[in-house]
């Protein structure tokens, strides 16, 4: 799925779709109010969910986990692991977190973070802003495919004719080879054609010596 769009607001409930961005703020679907409205920067910190990760810590040292891979592992958990409530206990919220990302560093990422994740994930859900990503996530992929399967097309067949130039080149080269063998055999017929016009007049001066 692709989460670029989507954004979380202070003060605005929910998950939000980015519609477009100005110099002071940005447009944004409201999906708790249902319409668009502007949520001006300065008085709003904005936090779009593609940037978004999760602390993890293992063997192999520390990283982070994008928030969209989390919000994956908990669809698929979904029928037989369903969401812990958001006001439950910490150890209930931690016993599912766990479930959800094994590997989550328990110093750094805190209760509170657990149950953000969890309510925007409800609220997602229940929006259909997974399936609406999701669609947005195969739009973009055959975008990309068009785009890559036309540049190979346009390569080959720039490759097509730039092999037909090089084969024609060296016929057009041969032409001028014929053409300077033809005028060779003319001048070389006009020779001969002088050399018999200038025997006769010799004939006729022998006979009339005679």
Known sequence: MNLDKYLVVPGAPGVHKLVSSRANGVIIDDRKEGRTRFVPVR????????????????????????????????????????????????????????????????????I???????????????????????????????????????EKEKADAEKVESDVMEVEAPKSEKKPAKKAAAAKETVAKATDEEEVVSEKPAKKVAKAKK
């Open 43 to 110: 008085q709003q910190q904005i936090t779009p969910l593609a940037t978004v990760a999760v602390y993890t810590f293992n063997d192999e040292g520390e990283g982070t986990v994008p928030l969209v891979e989390v919000f994956q592992k908990m669809l698929d958990l979904h029928d037989t692991t369903p969401p812990a409530d958001p006001k439950a206990a910490s150890t209930v919220l931690r016993a599912y977190f766990s479930e959800v990302l094994p590997d989550h560093d328990r110093d750094r990422v805190h």
């Open 112 to 150: 509170g973070d657990i149950q953000k994740c969890i309510k925007w994930y409800n609220f997602m859900r229940e929006h259909g802003i997974f399936e609406e990503a999701q669609r947005e996530a195969e739009k973009i992929a055959a975008e990309s495919l068009e785009a890559e399967t036309a």
